[in-house]
């Protein structure tokens, strides 16, 4: 894979923090050094708008002492000075904001570690011992105060947005085996203050990525994914708002993510003394992962962020993040381009004749990508078989793939697959030869969730068979792009394989490889796009994005709801990940008609694509589609390079939404406005843009829709963004899309 500048220097950044002796490296010039003061034994990383900074106390325990606002050089900081003791329910230290602390000694506070040893010792006390820079990234180095455990704490800063990352390396540097009970990657800590509010993420199939805002009071908050992967429940993200008003242009927000696919828990707490700490890594449900003497487990990446300028700002910091070092090819990726997909015309009736039909559908319209969805392989014809035979059906495609590639190549079109790799139907070829390739506990039942079972990818034989199938896939057909699904949960997860002490590191190594999958396909056949789906939005976090190119956030296509789904997805994910198609009207989800206008202009707000059975489109369909998808290729760098800037928000199921997006360069914007529903001959509420330049003359011009009467075409940044825009918007379903641009 060809890995982004940036993320290869953090990668490499990280590598060599470890491999290196304890010496100092020289920095190159983009990186953010971080700076440790001896006399004051205080660390510091700033970056972008941030301070990041930490302290040694006395006793040796690495405390948080500042998380904000970039502070001056010289301002002081520190030193680091132990909770004092309150009472004897609370002795010194044990309310102490460490960075990491380990559970043992008189710790009240939530550990981000928890060991056993085998000879039954829980105690696990770590203290600082040494640190090292290397190329911006620092690592310090925490021991048990009985050399039982090392523990490597890694950070980096990005200089652009001041994301930090964190992440720890345990070693077991005893003599005998131990267990970790629960890891992990950071706990971040805020100071003590009683007006501090959580924003995070919920869902469910087909309604994922609802915001959720909840007052931090005394106790805990825990979000997480029990579930083997990411999950839709909760997503792996929060942002926190001092001072009560959640405001998208004001206002303190410090916010998270973490970069894991597997179960996660991010855990708020806070604590009597009203400090707030955020912990989050590996769940510790069902956790238990085994090191021998001189074994080491690392924890998931945590990243970081603050900002004083709202939740929108909060947004654009993790989106400029992303697109810039998570993302695989980062600020060089690839536009998205404008996809069809034939899932919801078709379902698993695909055919040759059929798809090339809806092709060349397509490819009139300006469609760029062709995708063809479930039922091209084995014996799928519903979702009752056939999953693990990745061979092409010759009852649907006699002579294989090519002619249907072939022909959508001819159309000037990319092509992809749909693949469901991790998966196994019991009705599959795949399943009769390998039944103990699944996850399960021998003599127990093996639960079905769309009548499949998960193949259990931490095994080395299924691991490989997997790779094999899919390499041998792109080989032999000239693919362009994966949409790569997963759709259930686990259940008993059991690897009999494996001793009973060492099955449950299958929360770990799953996922791990299931990246290395990625990887190494990705390295392979560096032509090959991917999509990381799972039954819509339910593995999207910053551990798979930095293998894949796009996600699908969820499987309801219904261009209202999707309001609220993508406004949602968009307080962590950047829309240049976002897929959202046009689809049928009335919609599957809700039997509601909306028109087309409509829908292109919600679906427009990502990477656009089309999942309708274009065989129903009228001319009139059609040539309403050519016109929004021309549209579309002339915005779509600013939709997905640049600003999103939330102007109403569709949360709760409220009548309006609003956003805009800004290039990078600041010339051009585009306009979203839609109505669900209207009341009261009620007027749109006026719109004023953000982030345009203010003294550039932008004009405006209209993909749909009006403004009233009287609106100049072209205004300076300055009126665009103080006096604003009143639309003409009118009844149910309404909607309208502007650009501005400027010379
Ligand atoms: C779930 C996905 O989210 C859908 O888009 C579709 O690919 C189906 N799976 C196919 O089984």
Same mark, same amino acid.
């Given at each position: 894979?060809?890995?982004?500048?940036?993320?290869?220097?953090?990668?490499?950044?990280?590598?060599?923090?470890?491999?290196?002796?304890?010496?100092?490296?020289?920095?190159?010039?983009?990186?953010?050094?971080?700076? !440790?003061?001896?006399?004051?034994?205080?660390?510091?990383?700033?970056?972008?708008?941030?301070?990041?900074?930490?302290?040694?106390?006395?006793?040796?325990?690495?405390?948080?002492?500042?998380?904000?606002?970039?502070?001056?050089?010289?301002?002081?900081?520190?030193?680091?000075?132990?909770?004092?003791?309150?009472?004897?329910?609370?002795?010194?230290?044990?309310?102490?904001?460490?960075?990491?602390?380990?559970?043992?000694?008189?710790?009240?506070?939530?550990?981000?570690?928890?060991?056993?040893?085998?000879?039954?010792?829980?105690?696990?006390?770590?203290?600082?011992?040494?640190?090292?820079?290397?190329?911006?990234?620092?690592?310090?180095?925490?021991?048990?105060?009985?050399?039982?455990?090392?523990?490597?704490?890694?950070?980096?800063?990005?200089?652009?947005?001041?994301?930090?990352?964190?992440?720890?390396?345990?070693?077991?540097?005893?003599?005998?085996?131990?267990?970790?009970?629960?890891?992990?990657?950071?706990?971040?800590?805020?100071?003590?203050?009683?007006?501090?509010?959580?924003?995070?993420?919920?869902?469910?199939?087909?309604?994922?990525?609802?915001?959720?805002?909840?007052?931090?009071?005394?106790?805990?908050?825990?979000?997480?994914?029990?579930?083997?992967?990411?999950?839709?429940?909760?997503?792996?993200?929060?942002?926190?708002?001092?001072?009560?008003?959640?405001?998208?242009?004001?206002?303190?927000?410090?916010?998270?993510?973490?970069?894991?696919?597997?179960?996660?828990?991010?855990?708020?707490?806070?604590?009597?003394?009203?400090?707030?700490?955020?912990?989050?890594?590996?769940?510790?449900?069902?956790?238990?992962?085994?090191?021998?003497?001189?074994?080491?487990?690392?924890?998931?990446?945590?990243?970081?962020?603050?900002?004083?300028?709202?939740?929108?700002?909060?947004?654009?910091?993790?989106?400029?993040?992303?697109?810039?070092?998570?993302?695989?090819?980062?600020?060089?990726?690839?536009?998205?381009?404008?996809?069809?997909?034939?899932?919801?015309?078709?379902?698993?009736?695909?055919?040759?004749?059929?798809?090339?039909?809806?092709?060349?559908?397509?490819?009139?319209?300006?469609?760029?990508?062709?995708?063809?969805?479930?039922?091209?392989?084995?014996?799928?014809?519903?979702?009752?078989?056939?999953?693990?035979?990745?061979?092409?059906?010759?009852?649907?495609?006699?002579?294989?793939?090519?002619?249907?590639?072939?022909?959508?190549?001819?159309?000037?079109?990319?092509?992809?697959?749909?693949?469901?790799?991790?998966?196994?139907?019991?009705?599959?070829?795949?399943?009769?030869?390998?039944?103990?390739?699944?996850?399960?506990?021998?003599?127990?039942?093996?639960?079905?969730?769309?009548?499949?079972?998960?193949?259990?990818?931490?095994?080395?034989?299924?691991?490989?068979?997997?790779?094999?199938?899919?390499?041998?896939?792109?080989?032999?057909?000239?693919?362009?792009?994966?949409?790569?699904?997963?759709?259930?949960?686990?259940?008993?997860?059991?690897?009999?394989?494996?001793?009973?002490?060492?099955?449950?590191?299958? !929360?770990?190594?799953?996922?791990?490889?299931?990246?290395?999958?990625?990887?190494?396909?990705?390295?392979?056949?560096?032509?090959?796009?991917?999509?990381?789906?799972?039954?819509?939005?339910?593995?999207?976090?910053?551990?798979?994005?930095?293998?894949?190119?796009?996600?699908?956030?969820?499987?309801?296509?219904?261009?209202?709801?999707?309001?609220?789904?993508?406004?949602?997805?968009?307080?962590?994910?950047?829309?240049?990940?976002?897929?959202?198609?046009?689809?049928?009207?009335?919609?599957?989800?809700?039997?509601?008609?909306?028109?087309?206008?409509?829908?292109?202009?919600?679906?427009?707000?990502?990477?656009?694509?089309?999942?309708?059975?274009?065989?129903?489109?009228?001319?009139?369909?059609?040539?309403?589609?050519?016109?929004?998808?021309?549209?579309?290729?002339?915005?779509?760098?600013?939709?997905?390079?640049?600003?999103?800037?939330?102007?109403?928000?569709?949360?709760?199921?409220?009548?309006?939404?609003?956003?805009?997006?800004?290039?990078?360069?600041?010339?051009?914007?585009?306009?979203?406005?839609?109505?669900?529903?209207?009341?009261?001959?009620?007027?749109?509420?006026?719109?004023?843009?953000?982030?345009?330049?203010?003294?550039?003359?932008?004009?405006?011009?209209?993909?749909?829709?009006?403004?009233?009467?009287?609106?100049?075409?072209?205004?300076?940044?300055?009126?665009?963004?103080?006096?604003?825009?009143?639309?003409?918007?009118?009844?149910?379903?309404?909607?309208?899309?502007?650009?501005?641009?400027?010379?």
């Amino acid at each position: 894979m060809k890995q982004h500048a940036s993320t290869r220097r953090l990668a490499l950044a990280l590598a060599a923090a470890f491999a290196a002796p304890l010496a100092v490296a020289a920095t190159p010039p983009r990186e953010v050094a971080p700076r !440790y003061d001896a006399s004051s034994h205080v660390f510091r990383l700033d970056a972008g708008k941030v301070t990041y900074a930490m302290g040694v106390d006395p006793d040796g325990r690495l405390q948080t002492l500042y998380w904000g606002a970039r502070l001056a050089a010289d301002d002081p900081l520190g030193p680091a000075t132990p909770a004092p003791e309150r009472s004897s329910f609370d002795p010194k230290g044990a309310l102490s904001r460490q960075e990491y602390a380990g559970w043992g000694g008189n710790i009240t506070a939530m550990p981000a570690l928890k060991v056993k040893f085998d000879d039954g010792n829980r105690d696990l006390i770590l203290r600082y011992d040494s640190y090292r820079i290397d190329h911006g990234a620092l690592a310090i180095l925490m021991r048990d105060v009985k050399a039982g455990v090392d523990v490597t704490l890694r950070y980096t800063a990005d200089p652009a947005t001041g994301v930090i990352g964190r992440s720890a390396r345990i070693e077991n540097k005893s003599t005998q085996a131990l267990t970790i009970d629960s890891a992990a990657a950071a706990t971040w800590s805020l100071p003590s203050g009683s007006d501090y509010s959580l924003r995070y993420l919920t869902g469910t199939w087909a309604g994922e990525w609802h915001l959720q805002t909840r007052a931090i009071t005394q106790g805990a908050t825990v979000l997480e994914s029990r579930r083997g992967s990411t999950g839709d429940e909760n997503n792996p993200w929060f942002a926190i708002n001092r001072g009560g008003a959640w405001n998208e242009e004001h206002g303190d927000v410090w916010f998270g993510a973490l970069a894991w696919s597997g179960s996660w828990q991010i855990r708020v707490d806070e604590d009597i003394l009203g400090q707030v700490r955020v912990t989050g890594g590996f769940n510790p449900f069902d956790f238990g992962y085994r090191l021998k003497p001189g074994e080491s487990l690392d924890t998931p990446v945590f990243y970081g962020g603050y900002t004083a300028d709202g939740m929108g700002e909060a947004s654009r910091l993790l989106h400029r993040f992303e697109k810039a070092s998570v993302l695989p090819h980062g600020e060089q990726a690839k536009l998205r381009p404008v996809l069809y997909n034939s899932w919801e015309a078709t379902e698993f009736k695909v055919d040759e004749a059929g798809q090339e039909q809806l092709a060349e559908r397509a490819a009139k319209l300006g469609v760029e990508r062709f995708v063809v969805d479930d039922g091209w392989f084995g014996a799928r014809n519903s979702d009752h078989a056939g999953l693990g035979d990745w061979t092409v059906n010759r009852t649907k495609f006699p002579n294989g793939l090519k002619p249907l590639i072939d022909k959508v190549h001819t159309l000037g079109m990319s092509f992809g697959l749909w693949v469901e790799p991790e998966m196994v139907n019991s009705d599959s070829d795949l399943y009769r030869a390998h039944p103990d390739w699944v996850l399960n506990f021998p003599d127990r039942q093996r639960s079905e969730g769309r009548n499949q079972l998960v193949l259990n990818l931490a095994r080395e034989d299924v691991k490989a068979h997997v790779f094999e199938v899919l390499d041998r896939l792109l080989a032999e057909n000239d693919i362009q792009f994966l949409k790569w699904d997963y759709n259930r949960n686990w259940s008993e997860p059991g690897w009999p394989q494996m001793s009973p002490d060492e099955q449950q590191k299958v !929360y770990v190594a799953y996922t791990r490889n299931l990246y290395d999958i990625l990887r190494r396909l990705r390295e392979k056949h560096p032509g090959v796009e991917i999509e990381s789906c799972s039954g819509g939005g339910a593995r999207v976090d910053l551990g798979v994005m930095a293998l894949t190119d796009e996600v699908w956030p969820s499987d309801n296509t219904d261009a209202s709801d999707r309001l609220s789904i993508q406004d949602g997805f968009s307080q962590a994910y950047a829309p240049a990940t976002m897929m959202s198609w046009v689809t049928g009207s009335p919609t599957w989800v809700n039997n509601r008609a909306m028109s087309l206008d409509f829908r292109f202009l919600s679906s427009m707000q990502g990477g656009l694509g089309i999942g309708a059975n274009l065989l129903t489109w009228s001319e009139a369909d059609n040539t309403t589609a050519r016109h929004y998808i021309t549209a579309y290729k002339a915005i779509r760098t600013t939709v997905q390079r640049g600003d999103l800037y939330r102007l109403l928000s569709p949360q709760n199921r409220a009548a309006w939404s609003a956003t805009s997006s800004v290039s990078t360069d600041r010339k051009q914007a585009v306009l979203f406005a839609f109505q669900r529903q209207g009341e009261e001959a009620r007027a749109f509420p006026t719109l004023r843009l953000q982030g345009l330049d203010p003294v550039a003359r932008y004009r405006m011009r209209f993909i749909h829709g009006a403004a009233v009467p009287g609106t100049p075409e072209v205004a300076s940044g300055a009126y665009w963004m103080a006096h604003g825009v009143d639309l003409l918007i009118k009844g149910d379903f309404d909607a309208a899309g502007a650009v501005f641009e400027a010379p």
